[in-house]
T-cell receptor, first 115, second 117 residues
Framework: DTAVSQTPKYLVTQMGNDKSIKCEQN?????MYWYKQDSKKFLKIMFS???????INETVPNRFSPKSPDKAHLNLHINSLELGDSAVYFC??????????????FGPGTRLTVT | AQTVTQSQPEMSVQEAETVTLSCTYD???????LFWYKQPPSRQMILVIR??????QNATENRFSVNFQKAAKSFSLKISDSQLGDAAMYFC??????????????FGTGTLLAVQP
């Protein structure tokens, strides 16, 4: 069973389009994250949700809107895609409540290419 | 703000030899966690090893061990008996021991490790 899954794994789209990436975790964790890995492989946090509540919102354009329908799912919707949005987007999850040292488990990543 | 620095963009090692990847970090916190993640060409992020700052003993996981120097804010990864499957990008990461939901990972820029047969 896949612990953290993302769909799609690859996404190619044109500038100006709107797209969504979905993430699901079956680990029973209460916190989920979105990280962005740019073309130079640098990884940076974008958002985190704890029990469906937005906790971390780094300096990200408001074209990016995360949504957490329940604590097992965290989706990322991107409006008006730009060339600079091309990257690999990773979803991750961890258990915060009661476990200060909880690991973050990563999904397989979604490679987004904007043409 | 916390930062993580990996000064070796690329490293190479012969199969069966030992290699050490360097990482330094900057923080004013006293309690935190440090991690090494491996990212092979499949791009999956795999946790290799973790170290709690309050523990003086260096963490080890099979062929992987760390040299944690808290005063120097240094956290290097040693890979012994290198195997072809160890070839990957390695990321050092920091996380404060906050116990809350703001425990984001702060990553270094990565070291690309090549293993020569």
């Amino acid at each position: 069973d896949t612990a953290v899954s993302q769909t799609p794994k690859y996404l190619v789209t044109q500038m100006g389009n709107d797209k969504s990436i979905k993430c699901e975790q079956n680990l029973g964790h209460d916190t989920m994250y979105w990280y962005k890995q740019d073309s130079k492989k640098f990884l940076k946090i974008m958002f985190s949700y704890n029990n469906k509540e937005l906790i971390i919102n780094e300096t990200v354009p408001n074209r990016f809107s995360p949504k957490s329908p329940d604590k097992a799912h965290l989706n990322l919707h991107i409006n008006s895609l730009e060339l600079g949005d091309s990257a690999v987007y990773f979803c991750a999850s961890s258990q915060i409540q009661g476990l200060a040292g909880s690991e973050q488990y990563f999904g397989p990543g979604t490679r987004l290419t904007v043409t | 703000a916390q930062t993580v620095t990996q000064s070796q963009p690329e490293m190479s090692v012969q199969e069966a030899e030992t290699v050490t990847l360097s990482c330094t970090y900057d923080t004013s916190e006293s309690d935190y966690y440090l991690f090494w993640y491996k990212q092979p060409p499949s791009r999956q992020m795999i946790l290799v090893i973790r170290q709690e700052a309050y523990k003086q003993q260096n963490a080890t996981e099979n062929r992987f061990s760390v040299n944690f120097q808290k005063a120097a804010k240094s956290f290097s990864l040693k890979i012994s008996d290198s195997q072809l499957g160890d070839a990957a990008m390695y990321f050092c990461a920091y996380r404060r021991d906050y116990g809350g939901a703001t425990n984001k990972l702060i990553f270094g820029t990565g070291t690309l490790l090549a293993v020569q047969p």
